[in-house]
Structure formats: C-alpha cells, structure tokens
C-alpha cells in the first residue's frame, strides 16, 4: 500500500469510518489499568464496562501510551505514512511514535514518515484525519500534506464540558465534599484545549442547557464560522443531539458530526462528558 494513515486510540475514530482504496487507516491502542484489570483501547472495547470499573474503583486509574514498536508496526504498512498524536503534554504517545519513526527510517530509508503531534485530543484528531484523508483522494503530495496538516494543527480549537469529577476527587484536586455538591447541583465544568495542548479550565456551570450555552458562547467568542465541527460523547449521546441542534440553529451551514469517545477519551471525561473540536 502506498499510503497510510495512523492514529493512536484517542482519535475516536475506527477503522470502518474509512473505505478508500487510496489510503488504509488504522489505530495504535492505549492501555487503560483500573485497579488489577488493564484495558486495552482496541476499537471493541467495551466503554460501559471500563466506566463502570473506574466508578466502583477507590483508586484512581492509569493510563500507558503505544510503544514505539506497536508505532512501527503500522509504519511497515505503507511507502507514506501520516501519523497522528495526541497531545505531547497530554501523553507520550507523540515521543514514542517519533522513536518508532527514527528507528525504522534507519533501516528503510526510502519511506515518508511524518509524525503530527494534534495538541489536542478526540475530535481535533478526527478533524485533522479527515483533511489529511482528503488530501490524500486529490493526489497531493507528502510535504504539502504535511505542511498543510501542521497548519491546521493551530487553527483548532476545542472545548470540554464535564459532569463527573470522580477522577478529580481521587487525584486529590478537588475535594470529596466540593465533587459530591457539584454533582448532587448537576454542576459542568467547562474547559478548553490550550495553543501549548493543555487543558484550561474556564469555569462551571448549572445544567445541561448552561453547558449548552457555554459552549455555544465560546464557538462564537473564539470565531467559529460555521465550518467543520465534531462533538464525542461518553455515554450521553441526548446532550450531543442537543448541543448539535443549538449549534445548527446558529450557524446552519455547519458540517457537525458526532462520535462515541473510545477508552482512552472515556476515561479522561468520564461518563457524560463532552468534547468539542472545530475549525
């Protein structure tokens, strides 16, 4: 094959969401461990069983990125592979893949490997995949691909809007009490994903239509025109109907799509969580 596309887990994205002969498409799988039991991010894995685990465990969960040799065993795949990270201060996923391009280079030297490290996670991947799968129809060639993906890479912006601080209460950086009134009032947290690939906290709001609006506010205070946009859920696909429905209301021409988080992004949003990228 010629050309390849490659992600890690926090993509959201599965193999089937891609159906070209131009291109394969494929994921690298986080691993999750909640107390003795370790989850592999694979695309069947079971996300009501991994948060249901996360939710009954005292302890907080860990997670542990591709190893470079998983990275390289999809780089073996394709003469030109577009891979994609998530964030490097998120993760070490974007190291490791590096590593696994530095080594193989050095025994197949004809390959083009291009490493993008999102800053971002979840759906800003899944915007970036998309470009770059067009890119890729229209014949475009490795460094204008890459160069163009880089690109993109600073004009995403996304947002995160969470109702459930479990994962906070047992890292220590919200207390018991503070966590169990913020749920018991239906309390969001809402967040954005810094140009460094951090996540920001805005603040919190009441309920489902003040998340709503929340996020709605920072689509058109951060210059959101309409274009491409694509909301993952944790389990709660009636609030993404619903943020989707507000979002065509105000911008209607907008491209909105809508993708179930896999393990990786489950884990960090915990069930009901939300997260938001768009151009």
Same mark, same amino acid.
């Given at each position: +094959?010629?050309?390849?596309?490659? /992600?890690?887990?926090? %993509?959201?994205?599965? *193999?089937?969401? $891609? ?9 690298? !799988? $986080? ?12 695309? =069947? &894995?079971?996300? =009501?069983?991994?948060?249901? /685990?996360?939710?009954?465990? !005292? ?6 990125? !591709?190893? !470079?040799? /998983?990275?390289? =065993?999809?780089?073996?795949?394709? =003469? ?54 067009? +890119?890729?129809? %229209? ?17 995403? *912006? ?43 906290? *805005?603040? *919190? ?13 920072? &689509? ?13 859920? %944790?389990?709660?696909? @009636? ?30 949003? @915990? ?9």
């Amino acid at each position: +094959m010629k050309w390849s596309i490659v /992600a890690d887990s926090s %993509c959201d994205l599965v *193999k089937d969401d $891609f159906n070209c002969e131009a291109f394969g498409f494929s994921t690298v !799988p $986080f691993t999750i461990r909640i107390g003795d039991k370790e989850y592999v991010d694979c695309e =069947e &894995l079971d996300t =009501e069983e991994l948060l249901e /685990a996360m939710e009954h465990c !005292p302890q907080i969960g860990s997670t542990a990125c !591709p190893s !470079p040799h /998983a990275w390289a =065993e999809e780089f073996t795949k394709a =003469e030109n592979i577009i891979s994609v990270t998530i964030s490097d201060n998120l993760s070490g996923s974007y190291n490791s893949a590096v590593t696994a391009k530095q080594i193989l280079l050095a025994e197949c030297s004809h390959k083009k490997i291009a490493v993008l490290n999102s800053k971002s996670t979840g759906p800003a991947i899944a915007l970036l995949i998309r470009h770059i799968a067009q +890119m890729i129809r %229209c014949d475009a060639s490795f460094d204008s691909i890459h160069d163009e993906a880089e690109d993109l890479v600073h004009n995403i *912006k996304t947002v995160f809007a969470l109702t459930c601080f479990d994962n906070l209460v047992k890292n220590g950086r919200m207390s018991k009490l503070t966590g169990f009134i913020a749920k018991k009032l239906g309390m969001w947290g809402i967040g954005i994903g810094s140009p460094e690939g951090t996540i920001k906290m *805005k603040g *919190k709001v009441r309920g489902a239509s003040g998340a709503i609006s929340a996020i709605v506010d920072d &689509l058109h205070q951060r210059g959101f025109q309409g274009k491409e946009l694509i909301i993952s859920h %944790c389990h709660n696909a @009636e609030f993404a109907q619903a943020l989707r429905e507000r979002i065509a209301e105000r911008w209607p021409d907008a491209d909105i799509t809508v993708l179930k988080t896999r393990g990786l992004d489950s884990f960090y949003a @915990e069930r009901g969580g939300i997260i938001l990228s768009y151009l």
